[in-house]
């Protein structure tokens, strides 16, 4: 795959190089990639949350079955794995 990156996001790739931060320009975009999907997640999770607390409000509770249950520890687990941690609107 052939990327082409702006000046100013070429600079500071080349800059996070420089300082140490990333030890290639594949590894800085690899960085990136794999920020831009735990935040697609994060994103997912709380229109999720959202959703749920709206079903709620209204009086319709969705079902928390063991399946769900399984589903969000599995998931909390791979993120923790990754090294992901909540944010602070999850544990202040």
């Not at 070429?10 to 990333?22: K, L, N, T």
């Not at 960085?31 to 079903?55: P, T």
């Amino acid at each position: 795959m052939s990327v082409t990156l702006t000046r100013q996001a070429e600079h500071r790739i080349r800059d996070w190089i420089a300082d140490g931060r990333y030890a290639t320009v594949a590894g800085a975009i690899d960085a990136a990639v794999q920020f831009l999907d735990a935040s697609d997640r994060e994103r997912r999770l709380r229109a999720a949350l959202l959703a749920a607390e709206e079903q709620t409000r209204q009086g319709r509770v969705a079902e928390w079955t063991p399946e769900l249950r399984e589903r969000l520890r599995r998931e909390a687990e791979e993120r923790f794995q990754r090294g992901e941690r909540p944010g602070p609107h999850v544990c202040p």
